[in-house]
Nanobody, 124 residues
């Protein structure tokens, strides 16, 4: 089964940018959709963005629309999340995942494989 390895993240001031990467190891990205979620302390894992296997359809949470961009490079088995104009409320552990459906989905229960998570901290 494919495993997801995340990189990127860290500490940034409000208004800054970060890019997260998610690489599929031990196989290739399936044709299913993939996505990013985030989880703040004491809160549930929330949807951030998702993209279809061919990269043609993307979906974003309202809270990040216009600031975050999800992309996917199937030749490199890698998915990215470019985060611009970051706000303190974006602080969370970010997770990438592979869904078991072809369309984009905001439901975490439809994701089978998860990355290890990476911390993003935005200071005010």
């Amino acid at each position: 089964q494919v495993q997801l390895v995340q990189s990127g993240g860290g500490l940034v001031q409000a208004g800054g940018s970060l890019r997260l990467s998610c690489v599929a190891s031990g196989g290739t990205f399936p044709e299913y959709s993939t996505g990013w979620f985030r989880q703040a302390p004491g809160k549930e894992r929330d949807f951030v963005a998702a993209i279809t296997g061919n990269g043609e359809t993307r979906s974003y949470a309202d809270s990040v629309k216009g600031r975050f961009t999800i992309t996917r490079d199937n030749d490199k088995n890698t998915m990215y999340l470019q985060m611009d104009s970051l706000k303190p409320e974006d602080t969370a552990v970010y997770y990438c995942g592979v869904a078991r459906v072809y369309l984009t989905t905001r439901s975490a229960v439809l994701y089978d494989v998860w990355g290890q998570g990476t911390q993003v901290t935005v200071s005010s």
